[in-house]
Nanobody, 122 residues
Framework: QIQLVESGGGSVQAGGSLKLSCVASKYVFSTCEMYWYRQVPGKERELVSTIGVLGSSTSTDSVQGRFTGSVDGPKNTLLLQMNNLKPEDTAMYYC????????????????WGQGTQVTVSS
């Protein structure tokens, strides 16, 4: 059973920065696409950043230029650097990675972390 464990969340004032980490129990990153999501109670989970297997990343419009997703393959760690945080960034943040088949190829299902809370005050 593969586990993803996030850390780095906390409470900051607007304009501050946080760096989230996600460590996998087994070597799973850089095989298939990796993701950062966030969710506010009562709302749907929102995709924040997608990280490709070669390390390229894209971010949703609302965090473009402020958040950067990346992967440290040798450390088996997914990262999310968050700068210039805003109160509307307050959410539970989750890392995820597409599962892969032992026969090769990526599957639509994902492994998920348990989440880390980010709270931004004005």
């Amino acid at each position: 059973q593969i586990q993803l464990v996030e850390s780095g969340g906390g409470s900051v004032q607007a304009g501050g920065s946080l760096k989230l980490s996600c460590v996998a129990s087994k070597y799973v990153f850089s095989t298939c696409e990796m993701y950062w999501y966030r969710q506010v109670p009562g709302k749907e989970r929102e995709l924040v950043s997608t990280i490709g297997v070669l390390g390229s990343s894209t971010s949703t419009d609302s965090v473009q230029g402020r958040f950067t997703g990346s992967v440290d393959g040798p450390k088996n760690t997914l990262l999310l650097q968050m700068n210039n945080l805003k109160p509307e960034d307050t959410a539970m943040y989750y890392c995820a990675a597409k599962k892969f088949s032992p026969r090769g190829g990526c599957l639509p299902d994902k492994w998920w972390g348990q989440g880390t809370q980010v709270t931004v005050s004005s």
